[in-house]
């Protein structure tokens, strides 16, 4: 099915030419140890964590702060990073807006067990979401894997970063050196024959290979977009290597006349006229800087969260309807981080409750919305396939298990669930001490702490 999505006629793929193998990132694990790496070491939590260390303390350093000094000098200087609204008020860009700025409720979540609640300290009890809006830049600069674009010399990004606090996806892969207290930032990717078109739309971001980033920060953008008859001829621009769920999603908010061009890793393309949409939902890759305080726990307009609900080719009220569909789900999780150690136990214990045990991840994105609207309660920990929650009607009860960290983002998945009606409640589990990996560390639950209101999806 991936090939056939890729080579549809309404898709323009820019090569990768051969001798090109992307970021530092990627062209170290393009090695025999990074193979080594993903297929042998990856899985253990403490040497991933120790090398994750190393890269991050010498390598990482070395490449972006050092031998930026020996090669291509020019293209890697230090430029001016401006956030997109500033941009437009600087240079007297007129601005189409496709939603106005929204206050969120965000209430405290349900937590067990009820002694644990102090985990939860909240960031806000509301906030507001600011207005989306659509601006034209000429002769601007699109990369692979990243929503930052290049605009003569400088570097324009949305509203919402906070790069104080925010560390990026861009800088962990060895794409962008950011100097947070200068506002600066050093390009360390530079395609020498970028590709050319009259017009497109931005949509790329580091984080769009991420099913949840993409459910919530992505696609209700490229919705709103694609709903406005005034661009329904400009061709949007996505990441490349994209999951077949993830473009079938993109087709169907794209509608099927949309001409898509599909951005590699390290290619560009230059655009006489550039689209550019701003932000319509953020949660941060990593916290730069633990001994600030204010993280954002991710933030989410619930009009772009509407745009796309409300899409007609998504057939929501079609889908509520379906009676095929179990009202009670167990969220099986497959991965090698975060995971439930007693995840068996647990899982018995609510199919005995007729819950379902789904596994989403082997669905198609069709099928997963399918599934959660029909859904009227939910368990299962914290991972990409809860945030099909968004397709969840408001009656539904959510029910997550996290670890017990305060460092925990607790608010992203309340965030996510108060900006489409609903709200979740917590079940807190005690980390696997014997292990590293900080928030990402593996845990249990205590089966005695369940309370009979989640079993029973009361």
């Known amino acids: 099915m991936i090939k056939s999505i890729y080579s549809s006629p309404k898709i323009r793929n820019i090569e990768t030419p051969p001798d090109e193998r992307g970021d530092i990132l990627a062209r170290v694990l393009s090695t025999w140890f990074g193979h080594f790496y993903t297929n042998h070491l990856k899985q253990h939590a403490v040497i991933r964590q120790i090398l994750e260390w190393i890269w991050r303390r010498y390598y990482l350093f070395y490449a972006t702060r050092v031998a930026v000094h020996f090669s291509e000098r020019k293209e890697k200087r230090w430029r001016p990073l401006i956030r997109l609204s500033d941009f437009t008020r600087k240079r007297g860009l007129p601005i189409h807006i496709l939603a106005d700025k929204t206050f969120i409720e965000t209430?405290?979540?349900?937590?067990?067990?009820?002694?644990?609640q102090d985990y939860l300290a909240s960031p806000h009890d509301r906030y507001e979401f600011p207005e989306i809006f659509v601006t034209t830049v000429k002769n601007a600069v699109?990369?692979?894997?990243?929503?930052?674009?290049?605009?003569?010399?400088?570097?324009?990004c949305h509203d919402l970063y906070d790069f104080q606090r925010d560390y990026t996806s861009e800088e962990l892969h060895g794409r962008t050196l950011i100097h947070p207290r200068s506002k600066r930032i050093r390009w360390l990717l530079h395609d020498k024959n970028p590709d050319r078109v009259p017009a497109a739309a931005v949509f790329v971001d580091a984080c769009a290979p991420n099913y949840a980033h993409w459910l919530t920060e992505v696609l209700p953008r490229i919705a709103l977009f694609c709903l406005e008859k005034r661009?329904?001829?400009?061709?949007?621009?996505?990441?490349?290597?994209?999951?077949?769920?993830?473009?079938?999603?993109?087709?169907?908010?794209?509608g099927p006349e949309r001409k898509i061009i599909v951005l590699p890793v390290s290619r560009a393309l230059y655009c006489d006229e550039l689209y550019i949409t701003s932000v319509s939902g953020y949660v941060p890759f990593e916290r730069r800087n633990n001994s600030l305080s204010g993280h954002s726990h991710g933030v989410f307009s619930p009009l772009a969260f509407n745009a796309l609900l409300g899409h007609p080719k998504l057939g929501l009220k079609q889908?509520?309807?379906?009676?095929?569909?179990?009202?009670?789900i167990f969220l099986r999780r497959n991965s090698e981080i975060r995971n439930v150690?007693?995840?068996?136990?647990?899982?018995?214990?609510?199919?005995?409750?007729?819950?379902?045990?789904?596994?989403?991840?082997?669905?198609?994105?069709?099928?997963?919305?399918?599934?959660?609207?029909?859904a009227r309660v939910i368990a299962g920990s914290s991972g990409a396939a809860?945030?099909?929650?968004?397709?969840?009607p408001p009656i539904t009860k959510i029910c997550i298990f996290i670890s017990k960290d305060p460092e925990t983002s607790y608010w992203y998945w309340q965030n996510i669930a108060c900006a489409t009606g609903k709200t979740v409640t917590?079940?807190?589990?005690?980390?696997?001490?014997?292990?590293?990996g900080g928030i990402h560390t593996s845990f249990a639950i205590d089966l005695n702490s369940l309370p009979s209101s989640i079993l029973e999806g009361k």
């Open 107 to 116: 209430p405290k979540p349900e937590v067990f067990p009820v002694c644990d």
């Open 142 to 156: 699109a990369y692979g894997g990243t929503n930052l674009v290049l605009v003569d010399d400088e570097v324009v």
């Open 231 to 254: 661009f329904k001829d400009v061709p949007i621009v996505v990441n490349s290597g994209l999951h077949k769920n993830i473009m079938e999603s993109l087709f169907l908010a794209a």
């Open 319 to 328: 889908n509520a309807k379906d009676s095929h569909w179990p009202k009670k």
């Open 341 to 374: 150690v007693n995840a068996t136990e647990l899982e018995r214990m609510f199919f005995s409750h007729g819950y379902s045990v789904v596994e989403p991840e082997r669905m198609t994105f069709s099928q997963q919305v399918k599934l959660f609207s029909n």
């Open 386 to 392: 809860l945030a099909n929650i968004i397709f969840c």
């Open 426 to 436: 917590y079940v807190l589990g005690e980390k696997n001490k014997s292990r590293m």
